[in-house]
T-cell receptor, first 111, second 112 residues
Framework: EDKVVQSPLSLVVHEGDTVTLNCSYE??????LLWYKQEKKAPTFLFML????IEKKSGRLSSILDKKELSSILNITATQTGDSAIYLC???????????FGQGTRLTINP | EAGVAQSPRYKIIEKRQSVAFWCNPI?????LYWYQQILGQGPKLLIQ????????DSQLPKDRFSAERLKGVDSTLKIQPAKLEDSAVYLC??????????FGSGTRLTVV
């Protein structure tokens, strides 16, 4: 069964800190890994990663995939209170369009 | 482009009652998904439609949950009868194909 595990489950930091969120996966036939930010109900798309070692970057957020280690990290630098959210990692198996999600990391940024 | 529309936004029902949720995907998106997200967990796929055919419903509790997608556009998800453990956010998403999931804002169901 395909599985995604995220760590930590919860993280509280101060504004300005840098955080690293982790995602590891077991999937029969990997196609892609996606990161989402969930503030209220609808997850919003951050990154899709398919190739190992290539960093994707958007402003203060960046992510990289390590296919050898079956993992990915999401980095947020110079955190702001608006970064407070649940960050979800999901994998998409090859041959299927569904997403298998991890349990999420709840990130809280204190001013 | 208009997003994925869901209604209602919130619903509170008593256990053993029935409830239905509605989803209107982005125009032209052939694939539609219903996910269940229990508090503190990630979303779990309940059912996936390709046009109006079911692709994957392996995790749908078929004794109480049902879903349909009429004419390959709108979809409804029904729970009958509801149990306390069905309390969750029900997310609808649509996709045009290989990539590009868009989620709706979800329906928060509370079963008391």
């Amino acid at each position: 069964e395909d599985k995604v595990v995220q760590s930590p489950l919860s993280l509280v930091v101060h504004e300005g800190d840098t955080v690293t969120l982790n995602c590891s996966y077991e999937v029969t036939n990997f196609r892609s890994l996606l990161w989402y930010k969930q503030e209220k109900k609808a997850p919003t798309f951050l990154f899709m990663l398919t190739s190992s070692g290539i960093e994707k970057k958007s402003g203060r957020l960046s992510s990289i995939l390590d296919k050898k280690e079956l993992s990915s990290i999401l980095n947020i630098t110079a955190t702001q209170t608006g970064d407070s959210a649940i960050y979800l990692c999901a994998v998409c198996p090859r041959g299927a369009q569904k997403l298998v999600f991890g349990q999420g990391t709840r990130l809280t940024i204190n001013p | 482009e208009a997003g994925v529309a869901q209604s209602p936004r919130y619903k509170i029902i008593e256990k053993r009652q029935s409830v239905a949720f509605w989803c209107n995907p982005i125009s032209g998106h052939a694939t539609l998904y219903w996910y269940q997200q229990i508090l503190g967990q990630g979303p779990k796929l309940l059912i996936q439609f390709q046009n109006n055919g079911v692709v994957d419903d392996s995790q749908l509790p078929k004794d109480r949950f049902s879903a349909e997608r009429l004419k390959g556009v709108d979809s409804t998800l029904k729970i009958q009868p509801a149990k306390l453990e069905d309390s969750a956010v029900y997310l609808c998403a649509s996709s045009p194909g290989r990539a590009g999931y868009t989620f709706g804002s979800g329906t928060r169901l509370t079963v008391v």
